[in-house]
């Protein structure tokens, strides 16, 4: 290479190293973002085209919602997977139960000086073998059905998780469902109020006109169609941010349209069923959270068990046959090829280890400290279980009384505002009484919309803490 050439190689690797040492240098100031180099700056993968699209002329039940979302949801697939990865370690352990069964084939060659006095010989000696080989534990003392079981519920917490991710997932759509319903209820209720304060503002400006009414009572009248219009504009933004969050926990893109029930076509439950005895026993029994942490807690005692069986033997079977066939020579004549010889070997081993560093007692103290911590997180857990329930029970409870005590509020506020926009219109009331009815009453409409929705998601909340929700959903 020339002198030229040899330039450029070094120049080459300076402006290399240099990038890289660029690229790993810490900022140079705290008062700046660091800028890497272009090759640096990775950006998001783009998003995969969606698995669904909302149909924008269906109006969608709850059901159906909830069927989206186990479908799209990706955290149901890491779940899923995680399973499917648990099944394969419990097949994995039964595997161990057989014999291992391997085809060889060996080649090799070896070159030695062979001494006959008064002189060397050398001798080469070629060999090519297949064989079959087996390797088989016959006995363990349960060192394997140990391992099968810790793998079986190891398992079965994998099952109870995705079960529970259903659980979170079918929650976490019905609370925004709700949301969405509460927000339009709101806004529906916004309209009317600003068309209710419409009305009165109306009113005041033909009585205004008719001198039976002052320029301060039209001033309140248009104050309060303000403030309407205002609420109604707070409205409009709530409801879009309530129909973001229920496109996201669907999988799906918020910016499409989403049609959904209106909250005055459901059901609204009248009392509670259960009692909350009965919740807390429903929720031990069968919550998947509790479940899988009980399936750990005795996979921690077969770690127990399996640490236990370290200090006893092992006995192996091993073996090999198959066919040799060899080629010699000494001294660089003529070489000798040997006929196909069969052989075969096999060996049964016990394997005690008497001596490991107290590395047993520690594996074994281990599993030990595991499954104490583990029985300790099922008692905790456990008490956390009856304590959400309790909590879901009495607010389930509360906004059932509030849910009807908002419906007797809307009524009397309905009633009072008709009285007093019509006295006023025969010039018996004041405006300032019709002013203050208009917002008591859409204080009360935006009280019994709130008061339903919290009624609603209290119900699914009790639903959710006893795990009903994994068995009461429609198909």
């Known amino acids: 290479m020339n002198r030229s050439g040899r330039k450029s190689v070094a120049l080459l690797t300076v402006l290399l190293a240099g990038g890289i040492a660029c690229g790993q240098r810490a900022p140079a100031s705290p008062g700046q973002p660091w800028q890497g180099p272009a090759s640096l700056q990775s950006s998001a993968p783009a998003r995969p085209a969606p698995a669904f699209v909302p149909d924008p002329a269906k109006t969608y039940t709850l059901p159906e919602l909830v069927n989206l979302a186990e479908q799209n949801n990706p955290e149901t697939r890491v779940a899923w997977e995680n399973a499917k990865a648990r099944a394969a370690d419990l097949g994995i352990s039964k595997a161990s139960l057989y014999p291992t069964l391997a085809a060889v084939a060996i080649a090799q060659t070896a070159r030695d000086n062979l001494f006959f006095a008064p002189k060397y010989y050398r001798q080469t000696i070629e060999t090519f073998s297949p064989a079959l080989e087996i390797d088989y534990t016959i006995f363990d003392f349960g060192r394997r059905l140990q391992d099968i079981a810790i793998s079986r519920n190891n398992l079965l917490a994998a099952n109870f998780l995705f079960n529970d991710t259903h659980r979170r997932i079918i929650f976490q759509v019905m609370a925004a469902y709700y949301r969405v319903l509460n927000s339009k209820g709101q806004l529906d209720a916004a309209e009317a109020n600003l068309k209710n304060a419409q009305t009165v503002q109306q009113a005041a400006e033909a009585r205004l006109e008719n001198g039976l009414a002052t320029l301060p009572d039209v001033l309140e009248a248009r104050s309060a169609a303000a403030q309407a219009d205002y609420d109604l504009q707070a409205a409009v933004g709530a409801s879009e941010i309530a129909h973001g969050d229920l496109a996201t926990s669907l999988g799906v893109s918020p910016v499409g349209p989403l049609q959904v029930e209106s909250i005055q076509g459901l059901t609204i439950p009248d009392d509670l069923t259960v009692t909350v005895e009965s919740s807390i026993d429903y929720a031990l029994a069968q919550r998947p959270d509790l479940m899988q942490r009980v399936a750990e807690l005795r996979a921690a005692g077969a770690e127990v068990k399996a640490?236990?069986?370290?200090?006893?033997?092992?006995?192996?079977?091993?073996?090999?046959?198959?066919?040799?066939?060899?080629?010699?020579?000494?001294?660089?004549?003529?070489?000798?090829?040997?006929?196909?010889?069969?052989?075969?070997?096999?060996?049964?081993?016990?394997?005690?280890?008497?001596?490991?560093?107290?590395?047993?007692?520690?594996?074994?103290?281990?599993?030990?400290?595991?499954?104490?911590?583990?029985?300790?997180?099922?008692?905790?857990?456990?008490?956390?279980?009856?304590?959400?329930?309790?909590?879901?029970?009495?607010?389930?409870?509360?906004?059932?009384?509030?849910?009807?005590?908002?419906?007797?509020?809307?009524?009397?506020?309905?009633?009072?505002?008709?009285?007093?926009?019509?006295?006023?219109?025969?010039?018996?009331?004041?405006?300032?009484?019709?002013?203050?009815a208009q917002r008591a009453l859409a204080a009360a409409r935006t009280a019994d919309v709130s008061a339903r929705t919290q009624l609603l998601t209290g119900m699914a909340a009790l639903a959710f803490q006893t795990g009903d929700l994994l068995h009461a959903k429609g198909p």
Not at 320 to 335: I, P, T
Not at 413 to 435: H, K, P
């Open 307 to 436: 640490a236990k069986t370290a200090y006893l033997p092992t006995l192996r079977v091993e073996g090999a046959a198959g066919l040799a066939k060899n080629f010699s020579e000494q001294d660089q004549a003529a070489g000798v090829y040997s006929a196909n010889q069969e052989f075969w070997n096999a060996r049964l081993s016990l394997n005690w280890t008497l001596f490991d560093g107290w590395a047993r007692e520690n594996r074994l103290a281990r599993a030990r400290a595991d499954q104490k911590q583990a029985a300790a997180d099922v008692d905790a857990i456990r008490d956390q279980v009856e304590n959400e329930v309790w909590s879901a029970y009495s607010t389930a409870r509360t906004a059932l009384r509030q849910q009807k005590a908002a419906a007797a509020l809307l009524e009397a506020a309905s009633a009072s505002y008709n009285a007093a926009l019509q006295s006023y219109t025969y010039g018996v009331r004041s405006q300032i009484d019709v002013v203050s």
